[in-house]
């Protein structure tokens, strides 16, 4: 099942043409897929942009076309590590890192999508892309072959691509054998619900699932002001805001005026004076 293939089984569930997606997870992964249902799909970038959690099995000595196990073996290798060096390989792919995407993606060159591309029997130069993998940790190893991760990492990061690097890091191959995605910022694999789940509810358990625009991107700095601001900021005219914000400064951040939650705007200083400009005015709708 594809990202677009879930939205569309939501679509029938929830009656309603106003679904989206909060970042592709490829087929062959499993695990937490954020969606946004009615207005909420104004916010669906604000999710894309945030950080993925995985689990992933990484199995050596191996190397697919594709870097997972939906590929053919196009390499493969005897050579015998120790559990110290993969210790060290992991340790190496922490904090910022570049990355060249892998042919099988959706990237597009030239208008044409790179795995279209690769289906083609052709391989292209590709940019390497900085990332920022902000946790990768062993959880089992199994006889220096297998070996389960978890990670936390930023947008744009292809796990396969980790794999394939570390694999070739230790003097051998490697591909993804297994992904779960354990979360999407604040959304948890633990909180989520399956497809037949959602199925077998009635319309008010439905609703009941649906989570707060504001809750969903909790992972966001946020800002409450005085109700003296609200009109200016439902007609979106940029407003001066307290020097006490400076920490907001080029961020997005979640708005507030009445206590309640108004939408999404950014901080950002002019003339030596901060001043808030909303993006998405979301209250009312």
């Known amino acids: ?33 954020p969606l946004c249902i009615g207005k909420a799909t104004r916010i669906s970038e604000y999710l894309s942009d945030a950080d993925k959690e995985y689990i992933g099995e990484l199995t050596l000595n191996y190397e697919t076309d594709t870097q997972d196990s939906d590929g053919v073996i196009i390499n493969s290798s005897t050579k015998v590590v120790s559990a110290n ?15 060249v995407p892998p042919m099988y993606s959706a990237l597009k060159v030239n208008g044409k999508k790179l795995y ?3 289906r083609e029997g052709k391989v292209i130069d590709r940019k390497a892309r900085e990332i920022i993998i902000k946790d990768l940790r062993i959880l089992n190893n199994f006889n220096n072959k297998e070996i389960i991760f978890y990670t936390k990492c930023s947008r744009g990061t292809y796990i396969r691509t980790l794999c394939d690097d570390i694999g070739k890091d230790l003097g051998t191959y490697g591909y993804m054998s297994f992904l779960i995605r354990m979360g999407v910022a604040s ?3 633990e909180n989520s619900y399956s497809i037949e ?29 005085s109700s003296d601001f609200y009109k200016k900021l439902v007609n979106g005219v940029p407003v001066e805001i307290d020097d ?8 997005n951040i979640r708005v507030y005026c009445f206590n309640n939650f108004i939408g ?11 001043v808030l400009r909303m993006k998405k005015v979301l209250i009312g709708e």
Do not use: C, W
């Not at 099942?1 to 569930?13: L, P």
């Not at 060096?85 to 990355?99: A, V």
């Not at 789940?197 to 946020?222: A, C, G, R, Y």
């Open 1 to 33: 099942m594809t990202s677009h293939d879930a939205v569309n089984i939501m679509r029938k569930i929830f009656k309603t043409k106003k679904v989206g997606h909060t970042g592709t997870l490829d087929p062959n992964a499993t695990g937490v897929l």
């Open 85 to 99: 060096e993969i210790i060290d390989s992991f340790s190496k792919f922490k904090g910022t890192i570049n990355q």
């Open 116 to 118: 279209e591309i690769a």
């Open 187 to 189: 959304f948890k694999i």
């Open 197 to 225: 789940e959602l199925k077998n509810m009635n319309e008010n358990e439905l609703t009941n699932t649906l989570i707060p625009i504001d809750d969903s991107i909790s992972h966001m700095d946020k800002i409450t002001l």
């Open 244 to 251: 006490s914000s400076r920490n907001l400064e080029g961020k």
């Open 264 to 274: 999404i705007g950014i901080v950002n200083k002019y003339n030596n004076k901060l």
